[in-house]
Nanobody, 118 residues
Framework: QVQLVESGGGLVQAGGSLRLSCAAS????????MGWFRQAPGKEREFAAA????????NYADPVKGRFTISRDKSKNTVYLQMNSLKPEDTAVYYC???????????WGQGTQVTVSS
């Protein structure tokens, strides 16, 4: 079991940047993959980015490719989402998630609000 706590959300103008952080605790040694999902008002939760814990391999959803960068700091058990060139359509609650042992996204943070104004 892991616990995830996000931070870094806020209000930003279109074209601006934010960096989200997600600190993991608990059975962090079991983490295979960590990622970020988002849920906009009235929409379903969607995948944004993920990173494997060991090798740091990344993948991104098309809407964020070229603008968002996911990274992790193993020593801090923390994953980051650097969000650049933000658009109003990026407005959502962003959730950090952990996949233990390469299974499912079984653990989630509480979410942090990102609002991009035009």
């Amino acid at each position: 079991q892991v616990q995830l706590v996000e931070s870094g959300g806020g209000l930003v103008q279109a074209g601006g940047s934010l960096r989200l952080s997600c600190a993991a605790s608990g059975r962090t040694f079991s983490i295979y993959r960590m990622g970020w999902f988002r849920q906009a008002p009235g929409k379903e939760r969607e995948f944004a980015a993920a990173i494997t814990w060991s090798a740091g391999s990344t993948n991104y959803a098309d809407p964020v490719k070229g603008r968002f960068t996911i990274s992790r700091d193993k020593s801090k058990n923390t994953v980051y989402l650097q969000m650049n060139s933000l658009k109003p359509e990026d407005t959502a609650v962003y959730y950090c998630a952990a996949d233990l042992y390469g299974g499912t996204w079984g653990y989630w943070g509480q979410g942090t609000q990102v609002t991009v104004s035009s």
